[in-house]
T-cell receptor
C-alpha cells in the first residue's frame, strides 16, 4: 500500500493566486514527520516545510503553509501568492519514528505545478 | 559550508561496469542516505547510514553497496551496472531532531 499519496500529477495556477497541493499519508506510528520538497527543472531538491505529528499548530514558512489534518491523515501544502518561480515538481514525504535517526524518508510521486502569467 | 556535494554530475556506463558515486557533507550530520529518482516513481531509498560504521538497506538496495568509514563521506557503489540502474541519484543528510534532510545536486547515470 502507498504510504504517501499525491493525487494531482499536474496543476495549473494563475500568478498571484493561492494553490493547494494535496498529500495523504498512511502510518500507524504515532511519531512521524511530514515534509515538502520542491524540485525545479534544474533538478535539485529544495526543502520547503516540515510538520511533526505532535505539533499543535500548522507549520508556516513564508509563503508556504502546511494544512495538517491529523485525523484525516492529510498534509496539504498551500502556496500563497504564486510566483512564476514556483513552477516546479513538489514532493510530499514522510518519516516515521521521527525521534530516532533510523527513520526512513518515504516520498510521494510528486505534483507538477505550473504557474501561468 | 558546501553542504552536500556529489560527484560526478553525469556518468555513462556500459552494462557490467562498476563505479562509485561520491557523496560528502561538511555539516557534521550523522544521518546520510542515497535515493534514486525514476520518472513517475518519486524518490526511493537505496541505502542509509545513521553514523560512521553503520549502514542499512532501504527500499531498493539490490545491485548497490555502501560503506561509511567517516562521518563526512557516504559513497555508493554499483558493482555491475545494469540498464535498470539508469536513474538520477541523490545523496542526502540530516542532523537535527526534526530530521530534515538536505539533498545534494544529484548524479544523472545512464547505463547502456
Amino acid at each position: 500500500a502507498q504510504k504517501i499519496t499525491q493525487t494531482q500529477p499536474g496543476m495549473f495556477v494563475q500568478e498571484k493566486e493561492a494553490v493547494t497541493l494535496d498529500c495523504t499519508y498512511d502510518t500507524s506510528d504515532p511519531s512521524y514527520g511530514l515534509f515538502w520538497y520542491k524540485q525545479p527543472s534544474s533538478g535539485e531538491m529544495i526543502f520547503l516545510i516540515y510538520q511533526g505529528s505532535y505539533d499543535q499548530q500548522n507549520a508556516t514558512e513564508g509563503r508556504y503553509s502546511l494544512n495538517f489534518q491529523k485525523a484525516r491523515k492529510s498534509a496539504n501544502l498551500v502556496i500563497s501568492a504564486s510566483q512564476l518561480g514556483d513552477s516546479a515538481m513538489y514532493f510530499c514525504a514522510m518519516r516515521e519514528n521521527i525521534y530516532n535517526q533510523g527513520g526512513k524518508l518515504i516520498f510521494g510521486q510528486g505534483t507538477e505545478l505550473s504557474v501561468k502569467p | 559550508n558546501a553542504g552536500v556535494t556529489q560527484t560526478p554530475k553525469f556518468q555513462v556506463l556500459k552494462t557490467g561496469q562498476s563505479m562509485t558515486l561520491q557523496c560528502a557533507q561538511d555539516m557534521n550530520h550523522e544521518y546520510m542516505s542515497w535515493y534514486r529518482q525514476d520518472p513517475g516513481m518519486g524518490l526511493r531509498l537505496i541505502h542509509y547510514s545513521v553514523g560512521a560504521g553503520i549502514t542499512d538497506q532501504g527500499e531498493v538496495p539490490n545491485g548497490y553497496n555502501v560503506s561509511r568509514s567517516t562521518t563526512e563521506d557516504f559513497p555508493l557503489r554499483l558493482l555491475s551496472a545494469a540498464p535498470s540502474q539508469t536513474s538520477v541519484y541523490f545523496c542526502a543528510s540530516s542532523y537535527d531532531h526534526t530530521d530534515t534532510q538536505y539533498f545534494g545536486p544529484g548524479t544523472r547515470l545512464t547505463v547502456l
